[in-house]
């Protein structure tokens, strides 16, 4: 109950966290703060509306860079004719690291978990492109969306495969 009677944020992952922290702190003569979990939002619509890690407007723009991905025309949306929505991903100017990503994309609850692991982690954007992308998946979107990132970054090694472009290709990009 500790954690369902916040206002703030009505999900039940926080709702759990919250009543723990609560039942623990209740057993402690001195309470403990916790690290709260990277904060990630999903409503099972069609398309999946998502939010992991920080939200832009609660960014500063002056300091953050933004990466796209639209899905009309991504291969596997098209081939499941769920080709609508799109993807921003929110990265720090200065070094690339991942703050927040806000969706509105075909089967972006998964994306959204990949998502907050690499904000928990402190993950950059080149890390997330030495990731490798199967083809043809969704995911090839979130693969845009960072290269797009990737643009707007100093230039990191050359022989790093994160720093390939676009072929120009519809199935390999």
């Known amino acids: 109950m500790a954690g369902d009677a916040n206002d703030q944020v009505p999900l039940l992952h926080e709702a759990a966290d919250d009543g723990h922290i609560a039942g623990f702190n209740a057993t402690r003569s001195v309470p403990i703060c916790f690290k709260r979990r990277t904060p990630l939002v999903i409503v099972f619509s069609g398309p999946n509306i998502a939010a992991a890690g920080n939200r832009y407007q609660d960014l500063d723009q002056t300091k953050t860079l933004i990466g796209e991905a639209r899905f009309d025309r991504q291969g596997r949306a098209r081939t ?17 690291r991942l703050l927040g990503a806000e969706m509105c994309v075909p089967a972006g609850e998964h994306m959204a978990h990949l998502l907050a692991l690499a904000i928990d982690r402190s993950l950059t954007v080149q890390d997330l492109l030495r990731m490798p992308f199967y083809h043809p998946v969704l995911e090839e979107g979130l693969r845009t969306a960072l290269r797009t990132l990737a643009a707007q970054l100093p230039a990191g090694n050359e022989y790093d495969l994160a720093a390939c472009g676009e072929f120009n290709m519809g199935a390999l990009d």
């Open 80 to 96: 499941g004719q769920c080709n609508k929505g799109i993807l921003r991903i929110y990265a720090a100017m200065d070094n690339g």
